[in-house]
């Protein structure tokens, strides 16, 4: 019996020292998801992630959903979503602040529902290339972006309802949105530290926001 449970032991230090990535919270350096199954296995092999150290790239025409997400709070470096068949950001829900960019290009979503819990992005809030996207809303906790907040290319978006709480940015770029009328959503915006572009937008009235 003291045979066996030595014998035990050993094999646990020598996973322990051998293979310490997997028992860690998180896997360290960037982390690229390219398929359905990487994001689905996320979860299960890393239960207790929390706390993304790096950046945080999802791509690819395979996945579908973010669900396997669901235990991340905070990423410390980038968050780049580029999967063309996603349709919604529920599996981000728990996700309260990203210290680096936040980059949504060619996803297949309507809205930002999912990022409900998003309080704080460091670097640039980017929203680019987004053929279906009708609205902003989704993200109520939001009021504070380090870098700039750009809204390009999402041909369908009348204007920037959502965004209401977002109080202060470092600057502004809109453009190439040819179905924005105004940048209603920004009534309570107090703070640009630098500068607002906007080109390209053609059906835009005003700035009424």
Do not use: H, K
Not at 164 to 179: A, G, H, K, V
Request: aromatic share 4%.
């Amino acid at each position: 019996m003291q045979d066996l449970l030595s014998l035990r032991l050993s094999v646990l230090l020598c996973t322990f020292f051998i293979y310490p990535n997997l028992i860690a919270q998180c896997p360290s350096g960037e982390i690229s998801l390219s398929t359905q199954e990487q994001v689905d296995t996320f979860s299960i092999i890393y239960p207790d992630c929390s706390e993304i150290q790096g950046n945080l790239l999802v791509f690819g025409t395979s996945i579908s959903n973010l669900n396997g997400l669901s235990s991340i709070e905070s990423i410390d470096g980038d968050l780049r979503l580029t999967a063309s068949q996603v349709t919604s950001l529920e599996g981000l829900n728990n996700l309260q602040t990203i210290n680096g960019n936040f980059m949504m290009t060619s996803i297949a979503i309507e809205n930002l529902e999912g990022l409900d819990n998003l309080t704080t992005v460091g670097g640039d809030f980017i929203i680019g290339n987004n053929n279906v996207l009708i609205s902003l809303q989704g993200v109520p906790s939001i009021s504070e972006i380090g870098g700039t907040l750009a809204i390009a290319e999402n041909d369908l978006l009348p204007n920037l309802s959502g965004l209401e709480n977002l109080i202060t940015l470092n600057s502004i770029l809109i453009q190439d949105n040819t179905s924005l009328i105004n940048t209603l959503g920004l009534n309570n915006l107090i703070t640009i530290n630098t500068s607002l572009l906007s080109y390209g937008n053609t059906v835009m009235e005003n700035f009424n926001g």
